[in-house]
């Protein structure tokens, strides 16, 4: 499975971005896809997850209420939705998807397949 991330770049506090995650390889219908960020000198952290296959995404405190994961399987993308961003939320983004078919995970350490990710940077 191959991934490749896009839509980052820099926004004013408030403002709006969306990450495309384009899914290629591999029989995507049996992925959990996640989002995960990570700012400098920090550990790398769970944003969001989703099946492919249906049910609800799992969504980090931090990003609840602000972001929403969608997915288009007719272009095989995953989108992350972000308003009302906050300077806190500067990272580079990655998407990951996880081929096990348990239901999805928080922990990097599930994901098998990772993107190249995105600079989101947020400015006050």
């Known amino acids: 499975v191959q991934l490749q991330a896009f839509g980052g770049g820099l926004v004013q506090a408030g403002g709006s971005l969306r990450l495309s995650c384009v899914a290629s390889?591999?029989?995507?219908?049996?992925?959990?896809m996640g989002w995960f960020r990570q700012a400098p000198g920090k550990e790398r952290e769970f944003v969001t997850a989703?099946?492919?296959?249906?049910?609800?995404?799992y969504y980090a405190d931090s990003v609840k209420g602000r972001f929403a994961v969608s997915r288009d399987s007719a272009k095989n993308t995953v989108y992350l939705q972000m308003n009302s961003l906050k300077p806190e939320d500067t990272a580079v983004y990655y998407c990951?998807?996880?081929?096990?078919?348990?239901?999805?995970?928080?922990?990097?350490?599930?994901?098998?397949?990772w993107g190249q990710g995105t600079q989101v940077t947020v400015s006050s």
């Open positions: 390889g591999g029989t995507l219908s049996r992925l959990i």
């Open positions: 990951a998807a996880d081929p096990s078919m348990r239901p999805p995970g928080t922990g990097a350490d599930r994901y098998e397949y």
């Open positions: 989703v099946a492919w296959y249906g049910g609800r995404p």
